[in-house]
């Protein structure tokens, strides 16, 4: 069973980035559609970013532009580069695997992938 772990949350200000990671142990991301989603307080959680096996994105609207989702197929890490943060933003950001074809692997699905991790707090003040 995959076991996912998030870091690099923390708080900024707005206009400020942050970096996220999400280290993997006994699988390899190359044969896994891996995702962020967020929640924040009495809102739904919220697909940000997919990458498929293939490398290939997809994004919220509301984080075009702003927010890059990448991976290290090698050391088994994913990352979310965040700038032009804004406070609509800050939410518990949780990482999320599954083996759904790239078909299946797309930015509203994330919430409910069959992997994730604990979550990481990002905080954007105006």
């Known amino acids: 069973q995959a076991q996912l772990v998030e870091s690099g949350g923390g708080s900024v200000q707005a206009g400020g980035s942050l970096r996220l990671s999400c280290a993997a142990s006994e699988y390899s991301y190359s044969r896994y559609c891996m995702g962020w989603y967020r929640q924040a307080p009495e809102k739904e959680r919220e697909g940000v970013a997919t990458?498929?096996?293939?490398?290939?994105?997809n994004y919220a609207d509301s984080v075009k532009g702003r927010f890059t989702i990448s991976k290290d197929n090698t050391k088994n890490i994913l990352y979310l580069q965040m700038n032009s943060l804004k406070p609509e933003d800050s939410a518990l950001y949780y990482c999320?695997?599954?083996?759904?074809?790239?078909?299946?692997?797309?930015?509203?699905?994330?919430?409910?992938?069959?992997?994730r991790g604990q979550g990481t707090q990002v905080t954007v003040s105006s």
């Open positions: 990458i498929d096996r293939g490398g290939s994105t």
């Open positions: 999320a695997a599954d083996t759904v074809s790239s078909s299946w692997c797309y930015v509203r699905r994330a919430p409910q992938f069959a992997y």
